[in-house]
Structures are given as structure tokens and as C-alpha cells.
């Protein structure tokens, strides 16, 4: 059974969604009101089970997730609302999966569970949707056409809309101190744009730097010294300069508590999110340079059609949820708190390649 949790939410119903539609699993509803969860169960083309859970009461929610194989939680902010599920993943053996960007929490759960996690044999998964699974699966990518490697860099575009849950967790985030990418406005000859600090790099770079880690730890790694860079791309300088100058402001405004109010306000509540039009008219591509550490060169790209945060993040979420269900016995055999890449690995690039996105890597010429 795979467990649904937060399923009358923006992002769970959509998930709910695709588990219907995608899956033939027997799956389950989780959430605080059964008249939503009723609701939601209406919809969809494959009746699921109904259980009622409040993460105020941890032994509800344990007993909501009893019997499943797969966690595949949507319930944000998960500072607040996640930590009765993780504890009752590892306490049952349950693999997890969820779309997390609060890498705070997700050290947390590190310090807290990677150990017993490992013990057991449970794979908990965090950062499976927009944040972080293109960077990560990006670099692995890279990696595995060039070997050991001195460094990666990589550029985003995109267009979409945002939920109420990501501008919940998003403002948890600042209330303790918003991290903002560091770097210089400057031209790539080889992408051909101007590249800019990107806002989501602080999250998307400890992931590749946690797989980077952890990969060490075994005895690979991406390679002595490696590093690695997100930036946003652009046609146009004079954007570059305005998002930049925006997102200074934007770190200012949600650093104060008047200013994350007056975002509450305006943006849309928990639960709510972007049209259909808009998420199917969202976007996103990113591609990845990487100099192998003999000098040779690859580009991949990890792109798809559909609102980044919305539909291209449930898609990743869903199939990361399916690959620990229905692939388990061919995943790399490691198990703890992991990344999308240390987890999955191949796995999901295929999944995700026969879900209709593109993944894709060639060889560039050698630096001069």
C-alpha cells in the first residue's frame, strides 16, 4: 500500500491523482478531515482507503501509516507537520518519500534518524519534486558520462505559478533567516545566456553536496574538490540585474514579520494553488556543464513541459514513490536518510524518461 499523506492538500490531491491514474498498488488517503478526504476519494478513478491523522497526535498518525510500504507525504510546512510521519516511517519500516525544500528540517531528520534508518533498511527520500530531483539527478548524469569530476555548473530556466503549501514552507524558512545565493552577473559562452544567482541554489546545492557525500563515504564520490554552481539563465542582462535586485528585496521584506504577513495575504491560502492553464503552460529545463578532472567535458539536460512546482514536481514525486514500491530490489542497496540520486539513481531517470520527461547527456569538446 502506498500511503498518501496530506492528501486533501494543493500538491496531495494531484499526487492522489496520479497514484489513481498511474498506479494499479492499492493506496491510502491520509489527513485531518474525512469530509475532504471523502471528497478527494470522489474524484478519482480508483477508490482508495480513508484514514483520519492529526500530526499534533503522533499516535494518529502512526496509526494512519501502519501496514503501508511507501510514505509519500505532501503535508508542508514539515518544520511543523513533519515529524510525527518520518518517526513513525522509521519506527514501522516504512520507506518515505516527500518534496521538501526546508533543508533545515531535513538535516534534522539526518541527526536524527539516518542511523536507525540505515539499521533497518529504510530508505527515507526527501527533496523529490522540483527541489531538488533535476539538480540532482543532473549531476548524476554528468557523472556517470565523465567519472571523477572537478567541478559542475548549471543553468535554469522556467515558468510556472506557486501553492499555497510552498509559499507556507517558504516563509517558515525565512522566519529563521532566508539564505540567498552568492555570485556575479556574467556571460557563458557555451549555454550562450547571462547567468544569475539562482534563489532555489542554497537548497538544490546542499542536496548535490549531501549525494556528493555520501557517495564519498563508500568510496566514490564526484571527485577530490568537487564543486558545484546553480545559477538562473537569461537572454537578457538587463533581467539578470532586475531579478537579482528583486530577490535582495524579496529576502528583506519576508525577513521581517509585517512583510511575511502582507506575502500571507496575498499569496493563496494552503490548500490552494495555480489554474490548470498556468500549470500546463509552466516549464522548465536545466542544463548541466561538467569538466571531468582529465578535462573532458558533458552537457545534460533534465527538462518537461508542465508548471515546475506543481505538475512537474508531483510527477517526480509519484514515480520516486513508485520506484521504492514497485523497484525496491533494483535500487542501489543503500538505505538512511538519502537524495533522490544515492536512492534511485538510474532507476528514476528511467521512470521519469517514460513519464515523458527529458534526461539526456552528450560529450562536449575538451577545454583549450
Known sequence: MICVYGATGFTGRQAALRVAEKGTMPFTLVGRSAEKLEAVARSL???PEIRVADSADPASVAAAVSGARVILSTAGPYTRFGDPVVDAAVAQGIDYVDITGETPWVQGVVD????????????LVSMCGFDS???DLGVHLVSGALGPMRE???GFSLKGGVNGGTVASALGMAATGLALPTGAIRWDPLLERWLLPFFMAPTNTWVVARTAAL???EGAG????????????TRRRAFAVAQ????????WVVGRAWGRRWVERLAPAPGEGPSERTMDEGFFRARFVGTAVDGRRALAVVSNQGDPGNRSTVLMLVESAFALYLDRDRLPARAGVLTPATAFGDVLVERLRAAGMVLEVRPLPAQP
Open 215 to 217: 557517495l564519498a563515504r
Open 45 to 47: 478513478p480508483r477508490k
Open 244 to 251: 537579482v535586485v528583486g530577490m535582495h528585496a524579496a529576502r
Open 222 to 233: 564526484y571527485g577530490p574538490g568537487f564543486t558545484y554552481e546553480e545559477t538562473l539563465e
Open 133 to 135: 530531483v533535476p539538480s
Open 112 to 123: 536524527r534518524h539516518h542511523a536507525a534508518a540505515q539499521a533497518k533498511g529504510v530508505r
Open 152 to 154: 559542475v555548473y548549471s
